[in-house]
């Protein structure tokens, strides 16, 4: 834990172990409700000091993280890759990223200004001022377990907010060296704090219940954040939620199919899955089905798994033994529902997998409505397939989930392309792009994928108060 500057032990502690091969990696401090109040408070005592400094001095401390960041580029990812189990080039480029939201809020902060705003009366003017929230509680997920810290923590920072900040429990060895980094940036004691703990329910709640606190920020699963919501709005909280993701990709007749089967394998098998943009449900005109899946399944079975320190590894391991049973769950519904089992399958067996949690890269052909996988978010290497004919289906059938995170589409026609831009009820829209991502792009979801918006101008926004002065002269 890291509270008010000082770094503590604990009496209590978990384990965390290396999802491709088990091994024990660390034992890690279990906060009590103490320590949490402690963080808390310190993060508190610390806001006056904090939110009254320039937004030039909040800026130099940012750009430090990041330079920091970048020269500790390859530890990071090392340590990445054990505890979440990507491969390292990926973990490199999640290091890049989560850097990319360091540099982006460091300029960002100075542009934080408010407004004038001219009245109807002569002598009445309004000026609109920015301020910081106050204390921001964040909650992160394990699947970035870097990215996901420095796209809370920098627009929170930069805005003039103080934090406690509570990682995943599956990989807080990430965020120890995230905040190790912060510390030798030079942020103030009491400014960042960090609480670890395998039992995240009773820091929930604390956040969503303590007065101190202002704002709380979430990135997990729908259930996980409405649960908070709900509590947090009790206490009329503001929130700021990334939730699940359903992401339909549609591949339009006049597509190459090849290149979209490439460009959908790469995005659907990154991160072995575990991503909330990750496509669910992959609609591909009929009239090139046959040739899509061709395409795809041979990409498919090229995927090399394994512990993602090895150079030649393509694809990692599932987080955790639930994760691999779920997959199995989805794949033996689908099939008994009769969909075509291309490729994969399987949890991967024999020496290289036993000791850690493997799912073989997989694909589903013929997918539909009266499956789990069609409704159900997957989280895992299963590319589901389904064939469609017309452009109002495909919209239909799209839009038909409670998520609205990304979705993406591949045509070379301008019009049919802004036309399903348009009629998609997804955050995120990618056209023949499979990264529509960036710092400095607003990510979020609409409906069950949550609420508000990280990165670009809208993230620092939610870390902001709008405060009204009306005044005569
Ligand atoms: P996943 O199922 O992908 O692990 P979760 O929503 O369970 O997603 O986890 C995302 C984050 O939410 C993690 O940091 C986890 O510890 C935290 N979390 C899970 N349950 C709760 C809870 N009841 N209260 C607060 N945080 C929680």
Not at 83 to 109: H, I, S
Not at 307 to 316: K, P, V
Not at 322 to 340: H, N, P, S, T, Y
Not at 397 to 410: E, P, S
């Amino acid at each position: 834990m890291y509270i008010n500057g000082s770094w503590r032990e604990g009496d209590a502690h978990f384990a965390v172990h290396n999802p491709a091969t088990g091994e024990l990696l660390a034992q890690v401090a279990e906060s009590t409700p103490e320590d949490v109040k402690a963080a808390i408070a310190a993060a508190d005592a610390a806001f006056n000091h904090w939110s009254e400094t320039t937004v030039y001095e909040r800026s130099a401390l940012l750009y430090k993280a990041y330079e920091l960041m970048l020269a500790e580029k390859q530890e990071l990812a090392h340590l990445m890759t054990t505890e979440q189990g990507k491969p390292l080039r990926a973990a490199l480029n999640e290091v890049q990223y989560a850097a990319d939201f360091l540099l982006w809020f460091a300029e960002e902060a100075k542009r934080v200004g408010g407004r004038n705003i001219p009245s109807v009366r002569a002598e009445q003017r309004f000026m609109v001022l920015q301020q910081p929230v106050g204390v921001v509680a964040a909650i992160t997920p394990w699947n970035y377990p870097i990215s996901m810290l420095t796209r809370k923590l920098a627009p929170a920072l930069a805005a003039g907010c103080t934090v406690v900040l509570k990682p995943a429990e599956s990989t807080p060895l990430c965020a120890i060296a995230v905040f190790k980094l912060l510390e030798k940036a030079g942020f103030p004691a009491g400014v960042i704090n960090l609480v670890t703990t395998s039992t995240p329910a009773f820091v929930g709640e604390l956040f969503c219940t303590d007065k101190r606190i202002k704002k709380l920020t979430f990135t997990g699963s729908t259930w996980v954040g409405k649960h908070l919501n709900s509590l947090a709005a009790q206490h009329m909280k503001r929130v700021s939620m990334e939730l699940g993701g359903h992401a339909p990709a549609i591949v339009c007749a006049d597509a190459d199919p090849h290149h979209a089967a490439k460009g959908l394998g790469l995005v659907k098998f990154l991160n072995a899955g575990q991503a909330c943009i990750s496509p669910n449900r992959i609609f591909v005109h009929r009239s090139i089905y046959v040739s899509f899946l061709e395409t795809m399944v041979d990409r498919t079975k090229k995927l090399i798994a394994g512990n993602g320190l090895q150079t030649e590894i393509s694809i990692g391991p599932l987080i955790n033994e639930a994760a691999v049973i779920k997959l199995e769950r989805q794949v033996e519904d689908a099939v008994a529902k009769g969909a075509r089992l291309l490729c994969g399958g399987k949890r991967l067996t024999g020496p290289t997998f036993d000791a850690g949690h493997f799912f073989a890269p997989t694909v589903l052909a013929d997918v539909t409505e009266q499956m789990d996988i069609y409704y159900e978010e997957t989280f895992g290497p299963i590319a589901a397939v389904l064939a469609f004919d017309t452009e109002e289906e495909v919209t239909q059938r799209a839009n038909d989930t409670d998520y609205g995170l990304a979705a993406y589409i591949y045509t070379q026609q301008f019009s049919l392309a802004h036309r399903l831009m348009e009629k998609l009820n997804f955050g995120i829209i990618g056209i023949n792009d499979i990264n529509p991502t960036s710092a400095a792009a607003p990510f979020g979801g609409m409906n069950a994928s949550g609420l508000g918006r990280e990165g670009a101008e809208e993230g620092i926004q939610e870390y902001l108060e709008t405060k009204l002065c009306g005044y005569l002269i």
